[in-house]
């Protein structure tokens, strides 16, 4: 009979067929998967975290704030510059920027000069106009008018002398031409003072 080969260790292929096998990778396929099992359990618990919502713990209520020229119409209005001429130091002083209106009583018809500082809407001109209100030009300016008045920007009345400046000579113009037709609406008007009487005077807030 023929004799069987030879077993060599330097040739597997050499090796009987019931010796032959193949090892389970160590770092390899196997692991892939684990990382993947990694990320599924993290996207799950990232996923199941509560969407935490804080009610406050104190429910402010809505509050209506009034500026007092809720019942009035706004006749006028532009920005400009306002001064003050101040006695004492024998000076014009500015007062302030903003918005200058000429408002009209829905009910009594009177009018009133209202003009806030831009920004903090703090009050710097409140009178009302009457006929006896008169602009004067400021010298050496066309865009710019001047007139005594007693003012209650201040939350008392004060005798004041009052310049307010306009961006151009137009805007100046037609300023004064409303305020004379507000002059000329209070004709009518039974009382011919100067201001107001005492607890009439305008409303500053």
Known sequence: PAAAPA????????APAAFKFEAAPVFGAAAPKAEE????AAEANL??????HFEPLVQLPEVEVK???EDEDVEY???????RFDKDANMWKERGSGEVKILKHKETGRYRLLMRREKTLKICANHHITFQLELTPNAGSDRSWVWSVNDFAEG?????V??????????AGQFKADFDKAREAMKS???????????DAPKTE
Not at 37 to 40: C, F, N, R, S, W
Not at 77 to 83: C, G, P, S, T, V
């Open 77 to 83: 209005k532009q920005k400009a510059k306002l001064f």
């Open 162 to 171: 009052l310049a307010i400046r306009f961006a151009n000579s137009e805007i």
């Open 189 to 199: 008007c039974e009382t011919k003072a100067d201001e107001a009487p005492a607890g």
């Open 7 to 14: 077993f060599s260790f330097g040739d597997p292929s050499a």
């Open 67 to 69: 500026t007092n020229e």
């Open 37 to 40: 099992e990694d990320d599924t």
């Open 47 to 52: 996923s199941a975290e509560p969407n935490v």
């Open 156 to 160: 008392e009345l004060k005798s004041e």
